[in-house]
């Protein structure tokens, strides 16, 4: 069974960045190193009047502390473990935000329909990547580049239509926020499947894609 934040015992725990315990520099620092994603840090919470407010300054920030803070961020995320060390020293709280299209796409599903294709996809024996869950109740599963092309394709010859279903496909020119950047008051990003040696190389969204159409399709 899947279990978010599993713990994982033996060698491979000293690899996989922690979601507790660690700076937001030392995670950062930890996926360039190790996983080679690219990263570039987003906006940041304040303390506001006793509360905790976006960096932008936007009292009704949608994404309060997880969205980029510049237009340029696509040409500022780096894969350089130096170079992010650098920019999360200059804001040690910044969120931590990964561009799509890049080393991966994301495969973003409501969390209901996640939890049941991990179950799905657990029975099917398949290798996962990376999963991710959000404060606002998403999922989103890691998969090769490539996936934003392929999937409205592979769900139409399921008998789905993309617009028919709660799924979207994170590519080239978005971002996802990765552990343990926080919502605003609604919470942390956490891994519902962690990034392991063992899931280093992703899954191709067509390997993915029956179980979470399926899944998705259940929960509308």
Not at 182 to 194: D, K, L, M, N, T
Not at 197 to 202: E, F, G, K
């Amino acid at each position: 069974m899947f279990i978010v934040e599993e713990t994982i015992a033996g060698t491979e725990a000293a690899q996989i960045p922690k979601q507790r315990g660690e700076s937001l520099l030392e995670t950062a620092v930890r996926y360039a190193e190790e996983r080679h994603w690219d990263v570039f840090p987003g906006t940041w919470l304040e303390a506001v009047d006793g509360s905790q407010q976006c960096s932008c300054g936007d009292a009704a920030c949608p994404a309060p502390g997880s969205h980029p803070a510049r237009p340029d961020w696509a040409t500022q995320a780096t894969g350089s473990a130096t170079v992010a060390r650098r920019m999360w020293q200059k804001q040690p709280t910044a969120s931590i935000l990964l561009p799509t299209g890049r080393t991966f796409d994301a495969i973003s599903v409501p969390e209901t329909a996640g939890f049941l294709a991990l179950a799905r996809m657990e029975r099917m024996e398949l290798t996962l990547g990376p999963v991710t869950l959000t404060p606002d109740r998403r999922m989103e599963f890691f998969v090769l580049p490539g996936a934003a092309v392929k999937i409205p394709d592979l769900v139409r010859k399921l008998g789905w239509s993309l617009s028919s279903l709660d799924l979207a496909v994170l590519g080239e020119g978005a971002y996802v926020a990765a552990p343990p950047t926080r919502f605003g008051s609604r919470g942390a990003v956490q891994w519902a499947c962690r990034p392991t040696p063992a899931n280093r190389w992703l899954p191709d969204a067509e390997e993915l894609i029956s179980p979470l159409a399926y899944a998705c399709g259940r929960d509308r």
